[in-house]
C-alpha cells in the first residue's frame, strides 16, 4: 500500500537549485522517516538526507556539502530536498525511500539508509551540465 512518487528533476546548469518532492500515499507520514538518495548507473545507491515525519528530525551526509535543505508538509505527506549550488558531480537519479525503523535514519545514515529504507520510489532525473 505504501506508495511514494519523487519529481521535480531537470536539467540546470552548475550553480543552479531544484526543489525535489516525494509523494506519498497509503501511509501516514508521521510515523515514517523518509529519506533521500541518489544513483548514478553502474555505481551504488548513496544517502543523501531524512527526515522524521513526527518531529522533523533530520539528518544529512557529506554529499550535501552545506547545499541541501530537507522538509516535509505532514497534512500533504510530501518531503522535499532542496537542491543549492549543484555540480556537476550531482548528475544522478534521486529517489525517496520511507522507513519505520529508527536506527536508519539517524547519525550513520550514509552507511546504513540504503538497506534500512524499505519502501522506494521509481526516481527523478537531475542534470546538471553547461
Known amino acids: 500500500q505504501v506508495e511514494l512518487v519523487e519529481s521535480g528533476g531537470g536539467f540546470v546548469q552548475p550553480g543552479g537549485s531544484l526543489k525535489l518532492s516525494c509523494v506519498g500515499s497509503?501511509?501516514?507520514?508521521?510515523?515514517?522517516?523518509i529519506g533521500w538518495f541518489r544513483q548514478v548507473p553502474g555505481e551504488k545507491r548513496e544517502s543523501i538526507s531524512c527526515?522524521?515525519?513526527?518531529?522533523?528530525?533530520?539528518f544529512y551526509t557529506h554529499l550535501t556539502k552545506g547545499r541541501f535543505a530537507i522538509s516535509k508538509d505532514n497534512f500533504r505527506n510530501i518531503v522535499y530536498l532542496q537542491m543549492n549550488n549543484l555540480e556537476p558531480e550531482d548528475t544522478a537519479v534521486y529517489y525517496c525511500?520511507?522507513?519505520?525503523?529508527?536506527?536508519?535514519?539517524?547519525?550513520?545514515?550514509?552507511?546504513?539508509?540504503?538497506?534500512?529504507?524499505?519502501?522506494w520510489g521509481q526516481g527523478t532525473q537531475v542534470t546538471v551540465s553547461s
Open positions: 525511500a520511507a522507513t519505520l525503523s529508527m536506527p536508519y535514519c539517524a547519525e550513520g545514515f550514509y552507511h546504513t539508509g540504503v538497506t534500512g529504507f524499505d519502501h
Open positions: 497509503g501511509f501516514t507520514l508521521d510515523r515514517y522517516a
Open positions: 527526515i522524521w515525519g513526527s518531529d522533523g528530525a533530520s
